[in-house]
């Protein structure tokens, strides 16, 4: 078994359009952390680090209405303006500040359509919130959610280009027949499937530490332990910023095995390459596509699709899922879904790859 | 140890690939002759369980077709098949030994053997993809021969192959021949009139011909034309 998981990896591994794929968005990734130092907007964030410790309160919003520098409070500004919904922050305190945010909150679960017992688990997380919320200089993570749905799209893409030809090739290059007349068939599939999935978590690995490595060597790693209100006012989570993105790597690392088993589903299913990666990329751009609430449950399932799913968005999804008399929100939900996905795809590629026969050429 | 086909038939949708086709094979070698479309790859193709039959059976001594221990017992080159390109000669020849289940010590003794054997050794640690045709389809030959085997089915297997390496072929399919069955389809009568010890012939999916050259009446090039005709 290892010696045929060695060589599925090989033969992996030898697909130059894979190198160069990864070469192209490795460029993309620096090339959008490079765009802050460019810009300037890095030099103005350090600013704010002289901030962290300081509590949103009456006194920071006081000193952001009567600052002269207003660049110099970017961050507070964006925060006020989000929870009001306005850009009229000279004569809000920090009373309605944070009264407002919980509105707005209250406001689009009801738009939602949720029920009574949902919107009560909501307000039971929000009061796990401590308020007001405390900052922290954490532009380092910041940098990360707003480009890692970026990332998760090079995933997929390079899922489509490296796994898709995983048993579609064999067909095409006529090997199957030499796989087929042999004993280790079904060693051979878990050899494969291993092969795919292992690779797929070596991409993921790397996109994600690629990803955190531009945005931690610009703007460090401070912030670990600063609420995620403070970039995600919506969130009514008790959660840190650095938990997020710990949660947020282990979810793109299965984000990584569900794109990998449909892959492979796609490429032992169709017998087509070409075919399996058309798919994969139409996925790609319909999860680019946002299914209103209006539509209940599609937008529901929609929100699901990890193409949709993985950004800072993911945070202030409302709608739970309803359990043997329990609750879970999406964050809890999504990466049990997604497996088992995954598993089902890996069962209809095994029961397919059972019963394939060779075709004439 | 004989290889038994009764009644294999196979059919797609409305057309007979292959109707029909009973015989009992010995060691020895085994000329399948043929048109191009007549049905040999089918015929070599259920042969090995790479492709269910309609209806019909095929048994090598005890062991049926669809068992893991037939496998055990096979070798087989089918017609056109790819290489893996980056891999070098060696490793393709470790990777099918790893598929036919042989344990490492076991596979790189009989790669190395079945290297010198096809004279590859000297490209053993070259890319696949810089090999010619002709090394190819010798490299295609070792493969089949890694797990000892005792039904070797050699689909054209000297396609692409330049006169003096037929000659070499030749001489090893009636080497192999002495102790196995070998099977060997080809559409070029000079393939097998001189190593063939039987000659099946094919002709629409059905047997029309089974037995020696001696028995055909005639030369073997004559006896195809007049069979085939102008069919290419």
């Known amino acids: 078994m290892g010696t045929l998981y060695r060589y599925e ?181 878990i050899a494969k499937i291993l092969a795919g999935l292992s690779m797929e978590i070596i991409l993921a690995v790397y996109l994600y530490g690629a990803l955190s490595i531009c945005s931690f060597g610009i703007y460090g790693f401070s912030g670990f332990n600063a609420p995620l209100q403070i970039r995600i006012p919506g969130c009514m989570l008790n959660i840190t910023i650095g938990q997020t993105y710990i949660y947020l790597c282990v979810l793109f690392l299965i984000a990584g095995i569900i794109y990998s088993a449909f892959a492979m589903f796609l490429s032992q299913v169709l017998n087509n390459r070409s075919a399996a990666t058309a798919i994969m990329v139409i996925g790609l751009f319909l999860s680019m596509i946002n299914v209103p609430e209006a539509f209940g449950l599609l937008s529901k399932v929609w929100s699901y699709l990890p193409g949709a799913y993985i950004g800072s968005w993911t945070f202030t999804e409302y709608r739970l899922i309803h359990i043997f008399g329990k609750f879970f929100n999406n964050l809890q939900m999504a990466p049990v879904f997604w497996m088992i996905a995954s598993m089902i795809f890996i069962a209809i590629a095994g029961c397919s790859y059972k019963h394939y026969q060779v075709k004439g050429k | 140890m004989e290889l038994k086909i009764e009644n294999l038939t196979k059919q797609y949708g409305n057309k007979m690939a292959i109707q029909n086709v009973s015989c009992t094979l010995k060691p020895g070698v ?63 020849l470790l990777y099918v030994a790893a598929l036919k289940g042989l344990d490492k010590k076991t596979a790189k003794e009989r790669s190395e053997n079945l290297l010198e054997q096809v004279n590859l050794e000297k490209d053993a640690k070259r890319k696949v993809k810089t090999y010619s045709g002709g090394m190819k389809r010798r490299l295609g030959i070792a493969q089949t021969l890694l797990n000892d085997p005792k039904l070797i089915v050699l689909d054209e297997p000297t396609a692409g192959l330049d006169p003096k390496e037929r000659v070499r072929f030749r001489h090893i399919f009636e080497q192999l021949g002495k102790d196995n069955i070998v099977l060997l389809s080809t559409h070029i009568v000079s393939d097998i009139e001189k190593c063939a010890d039987r000659i099946l012939v094919i002709k629409d999916g059905q047997k029309v011909f089974d037995g020696t050259e001696q028995e055909t009446g005639k030369d073997l090039e004559s006896f195809y034309l007049d069979i085939f005709g102008g069919e290419e």
């Open chain 2, 30 to 92: 085994v000329g399948l002759l043929g048109a191009n479309g007549a049905g040999k790859s089918t015929l070599m193709r259920m042969i090995c369980g790479v492709m269910k039959p309609t209806s019909g059976t095929v048994r090598l001594g005890k062991y049926d077709v669809t068992d893991m221990s037939y496998r055990n017992l096979l070798g087989y080159l089918p017609q056109d098949f790819g290489y893996y390109p980056d891999f070098t000669g060696m490793e393709f």
């Open chain 1, 9 to 189: 990896i090989k033969k992996l591994l030898c697909q130059k359009i894979l190198w160069i794929a990864v070469a192209l968005m490795t460029l993309i990734l620096i090339g959008v952390g490079i765009t802050d130092v460019v810009t300037g907007r890095a030099a103005i964030s350090k600013n704010y680090k002289e901030f962290s410790g300081r509590e949103i309160d009456d006194s920071l919003i006081k000193e952001v209405q009567e600052a002269e520098d207003q660049d110099h409070y970017i961050v507070f500004r964006s925060f006020i303006n989000f929870c009001m919904g306005t850009a009229d922050y000279e004569n809000v305190n920090e009373q309605e500040v944070y009264a407002t945010r919980e509105n707005n909150n209250q406001n689009q679960m009801k738009q939602a359509k949720l029920s009574d017992a949902e919107i009560n688990y909501w307000n039971q997380k929000e009061a796990e919130v401590k308020k007001p919320f405390t900052y922290q200089y954490e532009e380092g993570y910041a940098g990360i959610y707003t480009s890692v749905y970026v990332a998760n799209f090079m995933l997929l893409l390079l899922s489509a280009i490296g796994i898709c030809g995983i048993f579609a090739d064999e067909r095409i290059n006529g090997t199957d027949q030499i796989i087929f007349s042999s004993v280790s068939k079904e060693k051979l599939f």
